[in-house]
């Protein structure tokens, strides 16, 4: 069954470094938890392109939702978010999830941020298109909608359309925004992202 593919357990080591280097270095207070897959573990940038905002990484292999349910604990609320950015669902539909079963997870996640880490303010990135994956345009559309659907009925949510941003004219994914993988996103890519999380970040500043 495709919900067998995520494999939670996969990333244990990953997970566990969050909390080995916090031994030695505190995180900052509220931070803003930016956690997922490899699109923001290798967002190396982070920092830089949100100056002024307590930006944590915990980004974590090629993680589904699933995973990073999974380890909601160690790689969120260990570390007592203000923010939430959450990057997932690429790698599910990638790996055969339908967009109901992407849709189902981050409901999950949603339930374990208001319980857990309650009054946490919260964005999705949407599931980007890339050139090596553009035969699946249609599901992470499908998977982008359902999502949005929730986020639009709870408060503490907003969805960061991260999708168009990444299409060139002619409505496919553009490839100057990725690696030479044309999967990951590159220094233009990340640019895009940040010129719609940034806006949304500083528009939270007032409750900061």
């Known amino acids: 069954m495709p919900g067998a593919l995520a494999t939670t357990n996969r990333w244990d080591a990953e997970v566990a470094a969050f ?14 938890v ?23 990484n915990r980004g974590f292999g090629g ?3 699933s995973d990073v349910n999974h380890h909601f604990d ?9 923010w939430i950015v959450l990057y997932a669902g690429d790698n599910d539909v990638a790996a055969g999830k339908s967009p109901a079963e992407v ?4 409901s999950e996640f949603r339930r374990m941020v208001r ?11 949407a ?13 992470q559309r499908e998977a982008n909608a359902l999502v949005r659907a929730q986020v639009e009925a709870d408060a503490a949510w907003t969805f960061l359309d991260t999708f168009t941003p990444i299409l060139g004219p002619d409505g496919q994914p553009d490839p100057a925004c990725f690696k030479q993988d044309q999967l990951h996103l590159n220094a233009e890519g990340y640019r895009r992202w940040t010129r719609v999380l940034r806006p949304w970040l500083d528009g939270m500043a007032a409750g900061r």
């Open 19 to 32: 909390a080995r280097h916090e031994a030695t270095n505190a995180p900052p207070a509220r931070p803003v």
């Open 103 to 106: 849709a189902r997870d981050f």
């Open 63 to 65: 993680s589904h939702l």
């Open 74 to 82: 160690a790689a969120v609320a260990a570390a007592r978010p203000g």
């Open 115 to 125: 319980e857990r880490v309650p009054g946490a303010r919260c964005a999705f990135l």
């Open 127 to 139: 599931i980007k298109p890339c050139p090596r994956r553009k035969e699946m345009l249609a599901l």
């Open 34 to 56: 930016m956690v997922g897959s490899s699109s923001i573990r290798t967002w190396q940038t982070m920092a830089s392109d949100l100056p002024g905002w307590p930006v944590l």
